[in-house]
């Protein structure tokens, strides 16, 4: 009985899930600025922790160096060492926070300047399933932002002309 329970739960929960991200597309698709910056303080929310991390790894390195060696010096070179680890974990944190933004910056840019793109390829698509007289359809769906992308790349297609005639 209670292993039907649980079956039933784990429905219940995929069911759940699923309807959870419909949700976040729906939300996507209407407030895309807002989810570009959701998705910008979720993936870099472990940057913090990814230092701390590394910075007392090495630390813990650099104190067994320098509890083996007994001379002064090599306990100086060792806070030395152990600066330069806080520094080069830092560094590394922003280099990786650095490169997931890049990511997401620039698949969100390149995603609206191919919107004139993908409604041409589900165009064609049409037209290759053999869809009945694709010329005299009505003009391919536009998505959000896209006027203002066809605008900066001078992109008219021939949706956009039917409207304007």
């Known amino acids: 009985m209670e292993n039907m329970r649980s079956w039933f739960q784990t429905i219940i929960d995929g069911l759940m899930v699923k309807e959870r991200l419909a949700m976040a597309v729906n939300f ?17 929310s472990f940057l913090p922790a990814v230092a ?27 806070g030395g060492l152990l600066l330069f680890a806080l520094f080069g974990s830092m560094i590394a944190t922003v280099v990786v926070g650095v490169s997931i933004l890049t990511g997401l910056i620039a698949g969100r840019f390149t995603w609206r300047i191919t919107a004139p793109l993908r409604a041409k390829m589900a165009e064609r698509l ?28 001078d992109f008219t297609s021939n949706a956009r002309k039917v409207e304007t005639d």
């Open 28 to 44: 996507a698709k209407e407030r895309p600025v807002a989810a570009t910056l959701i998705g910008v303080a979720v993936a870099t």
């Open 52 to 78: 701390f991390v590394s910075f007392v790894v090495a630390m813990l390195i650099i104190g067994v160096v320098a509890l083996l060696v007994v001379e002064g010096t090599a306990i100086l070179m060792g």
């Open 126 to 153: 049409g037209m290759c399933k053999g869809s009945a007289n694709v010329m005299n359809s009505p003009g391919t769906p536009k998505e959000k932002g896209q006027f203002e992308t066809d605008d900066i790349l």
